[in-house]
């Protein structure tokens, strides 16, 4: 039991970021608004469309047309069921902007759910332009006195919708892939220095783990972008190098396969990895001047960092990586000593 | 070894299913539905399913081990 | 010292088996103008983008072409005769150094046959320059390390390919960049930041490369 104890830590981590992961719900949003175009000077009604929402049950439901610092409350609100909420807005004949089409964003707010934000949900074009006119009609409202909304919940995002708990099941499996890979660097290294045979059977198994990783990550990315992003596979920066990633490391087998000598075979395929670790390494600094990501945090895309990585993620996101890095270490640990046995069996016969 | 087989191939069938799922005109939402909630459930299969293979691969490579010792 | 007289006398000794086997760099010139002449006939008229596009892969498949041979096609006597005689980062070097000048070469080749058969879309032409010497350094580097590697396996020039190709991505990447540039393809006012991340990349795999090469070299 005693040498057992990081692979238990590792599958207790696992377990709590399946377990809080899913079970945590997500804070209210607004998925949809219909129509999402109007015309300045009518009255404009649209049906809101609410993600684990109350409201029905709200006694202070209160709903805005934002645009900048100028806000424009409804008139008549009609909730008619917890998700659906039917919103009349009337409109001045003159907007506070010099373009012809404005977009404006929507703002709900009661006291059960909090304030969400649907931004760019509305266009209302106008057809005659006086800013400087509208600017006195609208008025001014920084909405301040919004209600918070209290316990733990995972923030709610346009696209992604409940796929934001793939954060743990997806993301992690990158950063477990990368720590192993590095620690397989290690093991190359010291292989160089010490000669030892064991380093270079170990560097083998957490390469194997790095490259299983590696392609469920692409599978389980693929998955998730069909279903937001709409396609397999896109030209994506991360996308590409992994697939980068990928190549190296099945030339890396490809390698060790055409060796029998097996010391020259430990030897090569060390240096190798070293080589082309280091090599690709500058990538990262590279690819993001050549095209951009549709990422988070690339490309005007909001980035799992700051506001949209909130602390309520991080304690699952980090126990994912931990877990997730400690069971691949372990399975890799499996394939060594596999190896090892392999190795003395083949020497007695 | 053939339990490997087996399960490569749920994966695969996996795969055309979920892809049969969001292709069928009848039930176009399925993966959309409830917040898209489907789609972490089929992450987490990837996962599972993937080191699961992975794992029958290794069983295999003892097999083999197991056998060259008994020879 | 030691190192550099080795490196100059390595040196002398590549260039002299070279002018011996004359056909060997002859059939790497006409690898390339056959290329160029293939690309020729199955395009036609081409856009500046295209143009790069295809001068970089043509550059890239020769350069890879004409490297192999650099470990690959020497025998085993010859080797042991290099192990007794030099110190092997004078080996490395020496070799590194020659197949600069060979990319170089090979690359202004593949320039003036690409000249000769479509009109020469480049614009800033100092910048274009530059790039093609970074350009051979930086393959030169990679392409000789990656060769050393291959050279121990028995189907060396098929590996040397899935070796290398993975490898050179970011400097190929780079490279595009900088030569879009110089074709006036994008106006890119931080392409000095490119190229010090070029120099950066070489500097980093020489460093490897010489670390790395004395533990391959031992046989």
Request: aromatic share 12%.
């Amino acid at each position: 039991m005693k040498e057992n104890w990081w692979k238990i830590i590792g599958i207790v981590l696992m377990l709590f970021a399946l377990i809080f992961g899913i079970l945590t719900p997500l804070k209210p949003g607004l998925p949809s608004v219909f129509p999402f175009n109007g015309k300045a000077g009518n009255p404009l009604t649209v049906d809101i469309q609410g993600y684990n929402t109350h409201f029905d049950e709200a006694k202070e439901q209160r709903v805005w047309l934002k645009l900048g610092d100028y806000t424009l409350g409804s008139s008549k609100l009609e909730a008619t069921s917890s998700n659906l909420l039917r919103a009349t807005f009337l409109t001045p004949a003159m907007l506070p902007s010099k373009d012809s089409v404005v977009v404006f964003s929507l703002v709900t707010d009661n006291e059960i759910d909090g304030a969400s934000v649907m931004p760019s949900a509305i266009f209302v074009k106008q057809s005659v332009i006086d800013s400087a006119g509208a600017a006195q009609v609208w008025p001014q409202n920084s909405l301040d006195n919004l209600h918070q909304q209290a316990g733990i919940m995972f923030p709610y995002r346009n696209v992604l919708g409940e796929t934001i708990r793939n954060l743990y099941y997806h993301v992690s499996l990158w950063f477990a892939m990368f720590i192993i890979l590095a620690v397989s660097i290690f093991y190359s290294i010291r292989y160089l220095n010490k000669g030892n045979m064991l380093d270079d059977h170990r560097s083998n198994a957490l390469v194997s783990v790095g490259v299983l990783f590696g392609l469920l990550g692409c599978a389980t990315g693929s998955i998730w972008a069909k279903h937001t992003w709409g396609t397999w596979w896109t030209t994506d920066v991360k996308l590409n190098m992994t697939a980068i990633f990928m190549l190296i490391y099945l030339a890396y087998f490809v390698l060790r396969g055409s060796f029998q000598d097996e010391i020259k075979r430990a030897r090569l395929a060390s240096v190798y990895n070293i080589f082309a670790f280091a090599s690709i390494i500058p990538l990262l600094f590279v690819i993001p001047r050549l095209v951009d990501s549709l990422h988070p945090g690339n490309g005007g895309n909001p980035g799992f960092g700051g506001e949209d990585l909130d602390n309520t993620m991080r304690i699952a996101f980090y126990p994912a990586i931990i877990g997730m890095t400690l069971i691949g270490l372990w399975i890799a640990d499996l394939r060594y000593r596999l190896a090892v046995l392999a190795d003395k069996v083949l020497d007695r016969i | 070894m053939k339990i490997s087989k087996i399960i490569i191939a749920l994966f695969v069938f996996q795969c055309i299913i979920l892809n049969n799922i969001t292709a069928q005109s009848s039930n176009p939402d399925f993966m959309q539905s409830i917040g898209k909630i489907y789609v972490v459930v089929a992450v987490i299969v990837t996962v599972f399913l993937g080191i699961i293979i992975y794992l029958f691969s290794l069983q295999k490579k003892i097999k083999q081990l197991e056998d060259q010792i008994k020879d | 010292m030691q190192v550099l007289t080795e490196i100059i006398f390595l040196l002398k000794k590549e260039l002299l088996l070279e002018w011996r086997q004359k056909y060997a760099i002859g059939g790497i010139l006409l690898y390339v103008i056959s290329t160029v002449f293939i690309v020729y006939i199955s395009t036609g008229e081409i856009r500046p983008p295209v143009w790069n596009i295809l001068f970089w892969i043509i550059v890239l498949f020769a350069s890879v072409n004409a490297v192999v041979k650099s470990f690959v096609q020497e025998n085993s006597q010859r080797q042991l005769y290099y192990y007794q005689l030099a110190h092997p980062i004078a080996i490395i070097l020496s070799k590194m150094l020659y197949n600069i000048g060979l990319l170089f070469m090979l690359t202004v080749l593949s320039y003036l046959a690409m000249t000769l058969v479509y009109e020469s879309p480049i614009k800033r032409v100092g910048l274009f320059w530059l790039t093609i010497f970074l350009g051979s350094v930086g393959f030169s580097i990679t392409f000789t390390f990656v060769s050393a590697i291959a050279s121990k396996a028995d189907n060396s020039s098929t590996l040397m390919a899935i070796l290398t190709f993975p490898i050179v991505i970011p400097i190929l990447g780079t490279l595009m960049m900088l030569s879009a540039n110089a074709l006036g393809l994008i106006q890119d006012t931080a392409y000095v930041k490119d190229i010090y991340t070029l120099i950066a990349i070489d500097g980093i795999l020489l460093g490897l490369a010489i670390i790395l090469f004395p533990f391959l070299w031992r046989d």
